[in-house]
């Protein structure tokens, strides 16, 4: 069963006065003066984050930005200087040697940038890593393994070492070793970043088709917003250690927080994200829509706008997950929700 992760007033400074220091960033003192002034790093401040069973949430921003440090909070990779990190109501952060060895052995499983897999091993011998760790039999992992395998598309590639792979091949390998512990948490860590677009999107595709069927709570790391907006059902963004804004894509791109946010949704294609239930106006006492024209909710809007091109209306009723009306778009709605706000910064401030 899926847990809920709660991060709550988590700090993370640097250096042997970390913990010295945390009233000083919490009256104000910046990630760069806390350098000058004490030689101390920033990585966190006040990280107040609620990451849903089940879901896949992204933690983005660029580099430097904290994200990478966050993740490893999770399963206690990084010692937190204050604060908790709750995972189905227990905080990591309290638990003892054995506890956390077990915690990271059974609930949780990472995926990493550079694959990380072991070059003497075959594919086969990668994925049944972990469950040997587990200390479960041979057998009985290899078993598992092979499903794997076959369920990330790498059947027949059983007895192949990774330096036989394609780096999209090696992290399919890595994805089936963290799924194969059956670990109610996944941990991704830019998993995608290091892979060619295409590629790219073929590993967002699986993974999205994956966690339709298997439900895991997923950490999904990223510098990129269009991954960010694929894979995430919420999203935080952070700079400097801090959550600048958190929320769905559809808050996040249609009510931009700062400047900072609004440089980064700038470029993205609209159309290809909002979805037709967030630009919505409420159903009128007697709705119409032309031919009796419906799109879904969670339709984006650039196939919303072709559906009601090519049945040649201009207002079509929303429809939500059982097909009720709960709402009308128009043609005119959609144009004005995919054309990006004059006057916003036209890169991300560094």
């Keep these: 069963m899926a847990e809920s992760i709660e991060i709550r007033h988590l700090y993370k400074i640097f250096g042997p006065q970390g913990a010295e220091l945390v009233e000083a960033v919490k009256g104000g003192v910046t990630k760069a003066e ?22 896949i949430s992204v933690v983005m921003g660029l580099s430097g930005s904290g994200k990478s440090t966050l993740l490893r909070h999770i399963n206690r990779l990084i010692e937190p200087t204050i604060g908790e990190v709750l995972v189905g ?4 952060c309290r638990m003892s040697p054995a506890e956390l060895r077990a915690f990271r052995r059974t609930r949780t ?35 598992k393994a092979r499903e794997w395998i076959d369920r990330v598309g790498l059947a027949g590639f059983e007895h192949h070492y990774p330096h036989q792979l394609s780096g999209g091949m090696q ?53 990129d917003l269009d991954e960010a907006l694929r894979l995430g059902d919420r999203i935080a963004v952070l700079r400097d250690g801090e959550v600048v804004q958190q929320g769905t894509g559809q808050e996040i791109v249609l009510a931009p927080a700062d400047d900072y946010i609004s440089a980064f ?10 979805q037709a239930g967030s630009i919505m106006k409420p159903l009128e006492p ?54 990006t706000p004059a006057g916003d910064p036209p890169h991300p401030p560094a």
């Design 109 to 143: 499983a990472m995926v990493f940038q550079k694959f990380a897999l072991l070059p003497h091993r075959t594919v086969l011998e990668n994925t049944a890593y972990g469950l040997g760790i587990q200390g479960i039999d041979r057998s009985t992992a290899r078993a």
């Design 265 to 274: 949704v700038r470029e993205v294609n609209r159309g290809r994200v909002l």
């Design 286 to 339: 007697s709705p119409s829509a032309g031919p009796g024209l419906a799109v879904p909710a969670a339709c984006v809007l650039d196939d919303a706008a072709r559906q009601m091109l090519a049945a040649g209306v201009t207002r079509a009723n929303v429809t939500d997950a059982i097909g009720r009306p709960v709402g009308t778009v128009d043609l005119a709605m959609i144009v004005a929700a995919m054309v």
């Design 34 to 55: 806390l350098n000058d002034r004490h030689s101390h790093v920033l990585g966190l401040r006040n990280i107040n984050i609620a990451m849903p069973a089940g879901r």
């Design 171 to 223: 992290q399919r390998v890595g994805l089936a070793r963290a799924l194969a512990t059956d670990a109610d948490i996944l941990l991704m860590d830019e998993a995608f970043s290091a892979l060619d677009p295409l590629i790219r999107v073929d590993m967002q595709t699986m993974l999205l088709d994956l966690q339709h069927d298997l439900k895991k709570t997923v950490v999904f790391i990223t510098h």
């Design 89 to 92: 109501g227990v905080d990591v």
